[in-house]
């Protein structure tokens, strides 16, 4: 069965630093999501993308996050300026999203462990 | 907005018995999808279970089914004969149908299963 892949599995990152995660969508699906679970807490809702736009994000989603999907195949997640309450799981979602996939649930990739310094 | 609220925090179950976890949400949507994601300690995010709001029938998937009331607003998740390897975090999730918003998750109930 396909998969959505994240790289890396783990980040550990000074804060201040940029770190830049990375998804691979399932490759016909059209629809990407971001979002972040601070340890002992519910998965958040960040941003989702479609065609090469945010079409919503969370308040969570600040100035020191963007999304971009730059090569037509990765889905990134970047963050600025990393801060301390930036640590946290972060899971990338990728949906088919059309015609009679449009109920298909959403794939979550593994995540990747951001640990900020 | 559209909330998820999960009152259990934490649930156990006897090996080969029957858990109940509840689930419920608010909504001023008509049609629309719930699910049952699980969370082992590896922290992947796995799809249990799906229903969609016009089906009355409730889903079912091998040991796990849903109880879904619409008008009740409650979305709880079964699971028989429980086994060890259905200790997790479980969490309730919404979307609307129309949109392919995002995902709206409950705060999760953590389910221990005793040997």
């Known amino acids: 069965e396909p998969e959505v892949t994240q790289t890396p599995s783990h980040q550990v990152t000074q804060m201040g630093q940029e770190v830049i995660l990375r998804c691979v969508p399932i490759?016909?699906?059209?629809?990407f999501y971001w979002y972040r679970q601070i340890l002992g807490q519910k998965v958040e809702f960040l941003v989702s993308?479609?065609?090469?736009?945010?079409?919503?994000k969370s308040e969570i989603f600040d100035d020191q996050f963007s999304v971009e999907r730059p090569d037509g195949s990765n889905f990134t997640l970047k963050i600025r300026s990393t801060k301390l309450e930036d640590s946290a799981m972060y899971f990338c979602?990728?949906?088919?999203?059309?015609?009679?996939?449009?109920?298909?649930?959403?794939?979550f990739g593994d995540g990747t462990r951001l640990s900020i310094l | 907005a559209q909330t998820v609220t999960q009152s259990q925090p934490e649930m156990s179950v006897q090996e080969a018995e029957t858990v109940t976890l509840s689930c419920t949400y608010d909504?001023?949507?008509?049609?629309?999808?719930l699910f049952w994601y699980k969370q082992p300690p590896s922290r992947q995010m796995i799809l249990v279970i799906r229903?969609?709001?016009?089906?009355?029938q409730n889903a079912t998937e091998n040991r796990f089914s849903v109880n879904f009331q619409k008008a009740a607003k409650s979305f709880s998740l079964k699971i028989s004969d429980s086994q060890l390897g259905d200790a997790a975090m479980y969490f309730c999730?919404?979307?609307?149908?129309?949109?392919?918003?995002?995902?709206?998750f409950g705060a999760g109930t953590r389910l221990t299963v005793k040997p």
């Open positions: 909504t001023s949507e008509s049609d629309y999808y």
């Open positions: 993308f479609y065609n090469n736009e945010i079409s919503e």
């Open positions: 229903q969609e709001a016009y089906k009355q």
């Open positions: 999730a919404y979307r609307g149908r129309f949109n392919n918003n995002d995902m709206r």
């Open positions: 490759s016909n699906h059209l629809y």
């Open positions: 979602a990728t949906s088919p999203g059309r015609g009679q996939y449009r109920n298909q649930p959403q794939h």
